[in-house]
């Protein structure tokens, strides 16, 4: 079944079920890492608000949360140009963050992300992304945590927009050509 968001046309591409099975074991993976860390989570918005919302719930372990507002997106494409419309209020230094992402695709914003919380000398810095279209990637930096490689189309669904519709959709869906 599609769904028609202004005027495209989007079809399931990865299911409600199938997202909060890959972030339950996200999860699991995390705490591995980190259950001895008080880790600060920062999630960029708005994109990643449900992600980061689910992706904390499985993550049963002592950690902290703060939201950062950045934006590249215009329309289906990259502007190639990062505002960032809200920035760190949270204490970052010695922490151990986690930087939780709806979608790395070229890479840009991640790399500025990174860039900007270098400089406010955390201990540790890791990035776990939703998804990842290793196709756009044009970064160097390594994103430790994937929930899933996507090839280069468009999504919409799941805190992911287009032209700020479809973010409320349970399924990611995928564009129709
Ligand atoms: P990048 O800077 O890596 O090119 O793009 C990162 C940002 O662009 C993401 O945080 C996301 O907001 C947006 N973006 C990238 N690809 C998609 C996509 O397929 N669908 C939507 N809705 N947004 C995307
Ligand atoms: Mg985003």
Redesign the pocket.
Known sequence: MQVQVHDKFFRPFITEQQIQTRIAALGTQLAQDYSQKNPLFVA?LN??FMFAADLFRYCDFPSEISFIKY???QN?K?SGE?NKLIGFSQSVKGRDVIIV??????????AEVLQDIQQLQPNSVEVVTLLF?PD?FQGDFETKYIGFEIPN????GYG???NEQGRNLRDICVLVP
């Open positions: 960029i994109g990643a934006k590249s997106y289906t990259s990062v992402e709806d979608i790395i695709d070229s890479g840009l914003t991640m279209k756009a189309q468009f999504v919409i992911l927009d287009y």
